[in-house]
């Protein structure tokens, strides 16, 4: 969370400036289409789970050497993942890796360094840890007592060898107040001050401050400014954290930040002027985003318009579209277009999801779900909201299958006969309602961005509408069972189907990890579930019974408890640290971090068929 030319591999603003000038791009938008909006949540969503992949075994980043955990990238990482909920599994063991490790990345200049110990205040509280017991340590004590008290810097936390390197100054500060504040504390007046004090007349912030690094004397128009929007964005949400933002600040902020924006409607580190004319990058671009909501106005407005530039589209320009790292965002001048960048995709995903420092705390699991019915009844439970049913539909036959859009707010019924009932954002594309079928529809399975679904029937024929690609089906195959369900890959790249008796099918990136089949089995399977990170999944049988392969874990069951009715249904929570089971009663079974809001069981219902995550 540090700025470009600290985590860049080392690049200057002005080595990085002539790297982006080489790698201009087109960032228009299509002529008619509508500008997007905060948040978007599929984006960030599908950008968190990139992160998640590049975790290793023990929840780190590597650094340029393999093997070697850069213990930067890994807090930054920890903090994407608890910001989105997405892959809490890995984002924990990385907080327990730096918990291990927290002395070797606090001392900077033998010091302990208060942009490090924000970073992992900021870990701690993206995942519900507490900073104040830190593998030991009480990391809010430790920070404070980094306060200058005396001098001409009294209030900067860090020593002045750490602002000469960089370890302390204005970036430093801001992240160090957002920490405080996320733990609770609010600062005293004088490292407000001290900050507040920085501020250049430009309106922008240098870094490490205004003695090393001085204000222009110039207007920013006319001259390489030294002001920059990564120090700027940290130094504002930093004083909006503490509800310290003046006015004056603030208009003097939005000066900068217009001034200093390209005309491809992003932002570069260093601000764009006629003598030093710059091409956006990701990371600058999410930042000044996130200042811009702190300072309580949309990047979407009308002021921030560059033509039909806008600073949404410059940065969904970065996104990786294809290829093996898709979902994650590039940075120019690294790589190429379809290489993810660790830095880069850190800071996109928070400033994607409309977040600004401190990031609220992410659920460790979620007790917000919905049960739905044969007859088109849907039962919100938690802060699930209900978008609507086919409860008053004259269905021609009954619901079999359902699945949420990405951001909870809508979802999807299929009948038996391939019809499609889409409510709330959930957008229709398409049905098999008027499709002569072999089998009827079991189930249905939508992508992760929401843009399209899979429907599957018995015979394991596949159908796919919207941008659900197809893998392959077991249309002309002879099954031993009936498939029963149908559950896809977290970058929509394949799907698993499974049979009554437990038979798992593969389809594209859908790594095979075992079955049932073959296995005599106390009850029918009737339902798969993967794991959000995709390297496992769950069966269910009607009794209740769990069966686990891959990393998948298991957090119980209810095969050895006498059901009043069968299980119907299984789903996830979004870290894939526990599951909720549905009884065709609607009766809601809970297991490892899934969370209980009710059942529909008291409405007296004996057609439920399915259980599904809400993301709110």
Not at 26 to 43: D, E, H, N, Y
Not at 253 to 264: E, M, N, Y
Not at 370 to 385: H, I, L, Q, S
Not at 591 to 605: L, M
Request: hydrophobic share 40%.
């Amino acid at each position: 969370m540090h700025i470009l030319r600290r985590t860049l591999m080392g690049v200057s603003a002005i080595g990085l400036a002539t790297v982006l000038a080489a790698a201009m791009i087109s960032l228009t938008a299509p002529a008619g289409a509508a500008a997007p909006t905060l948040p978007q949540t599929a984006v960030a969503l599908g950008a968190a789970r990139w992160l998640g992949t590049q975790l290793t075994p023990q929840g780190t980043i590597d650094d340029v050497t393999p093997g070697t955990a850069d213990l930067s990238a890994t807090a930054q990482t920890v903090i994407a993942l608890g910001a989105t909920g997405v892959d809490l599994r890995g984002a924990r063991a990385g907080l327990s890796y730096l918990k291990a490790n927290s002395t070797t990345y606090i001392t900077q200049q033998g010091s302990d360094g208060p942009g490090q110990l924000a970073n992992l205040i900021l870990a701690a509280h993206a995942l519900g840890a507490s900073p104040y017991n830190f593998g030991g340590t009480n990391l809010v004590q430790r920070l404070l007592a980094t306060e200058q008290t005396s001098g001409p810097n009294a209030g900067r936390f860090g020593t002045d060898a750490q602002n000469a390197d960089f370890n302390a100054g204005t970036l430093d500060q801001g992240l160090a107040l957002a920490a405080l504040a996320a733990a609770g504390v609010h600062s005293d007046a004088a490292s407000i001050s001290w900050l507040t004090n920085q501020q250049c007349p430009n309106g922008g912030w240098t870094d490490p401050d205004t003695v090393s690094t001085p204000c222009d004397l110039v207007p920013i128009g006319s001259a390489f400014p030294n002001e920059d929007t990564n120090t700027t964005s940290y130094a504002i949400q930093g004083l909006a954290a503490q509800s310290a933002l003046t006015a004056t600040v603030s208009t003097k902020t939005l000066s900068f930040v217009t001034a200093a924006q390209d005309t491809d409607g992003g932002w570069n580190f260093s601000p764009n002027t006629a003598a030093n004319p710059e091409t956006s990058d990701p990371n600058s671009t999410s930042v000044v985003i996130q200042a811009i909501s702190a300072l309580g106005l949309s990047p979407s407005s009308p002021t921030f318009d560059q033509g039909a530039n806008t600073p949404l589209t410059a940065l969904l320009a970065f996104q990786v579209t294809s290829g093996a790292e898709l979902g994650a965002f590039y940075f120019p001048g690294i790589g190429s277009t379809t290489t993810g960048n660790v830095v880069a995709t850190n800071q996109v995903v928070p400033a994607l999801a409309g977040l600004t420092l401190p990031y609220p705390p992410s659920s460790t699991g979620s007790s917000s779900y919905w049960v739905f019915t044969a007859d088109g009844a849907v039962y919100p439970f938690g802060n699930a909201a209900s978008h609507g049913s086919a409860a008053t539909l004259a269905l021609h036959e009954p619901i079999v299958g359902s699945g949420a859009t990405p951001d909870g707010g809508g979802y999807w019924l299929v009948a038996s006969d391939g019809g499609v009932f889409s409510f709330g954002d959930a957008a229709f594309h398409g049905s098999l309602g008027n499709t002569v079928l072999n089998k009827p529809i079991v189930g249905m399975a939508p992508t992760p961005d929401g843009g399209g679904y899979w429907l599957v029937a018995a015979d394991g024929g596949v159908f796919s509408f919207g941008d659900a690609a197809f893998y392959g089906s077991l249309g002309n195959t002879v099954l031993n069972k009936p498939i029963v369900g149908i559950s896809s890959t977290p970058d929509g790249g394949g799907y698993w189907l499974v049979a009554a008796d437990g038979g798992v099918f593969s389809f594209g990136d859908a790594a095979f990890y075992g079955s049932l089949g073959g296995k005599v089995l106390n009850s029918p399977v009737v339902g798969i579930a993967s794991d959000p990170n995709g390297a496992g999944y769950w069966l269910v049988a009607s009794d209740g019974g769990i069966f686990t392969f891959g990393d998948a874990g298991f957090f119980g069951s209810t095969g050895g408890i006498k059901l009043n009715r069968p299980v119907v249904g299984i789903s996830s929570t979004p870290d894939g640290d526990g599951y909720w089971l549905v009884a065709s009663d609607g009766g809601i079974f809970t297991f490892g971090d899934a969370g209980f809001s009710g059942s529909a069981a008291s409405n007296g219902i004996s057609n439920g068929v399915a259980v599904v995550t809400s993301s709110t």
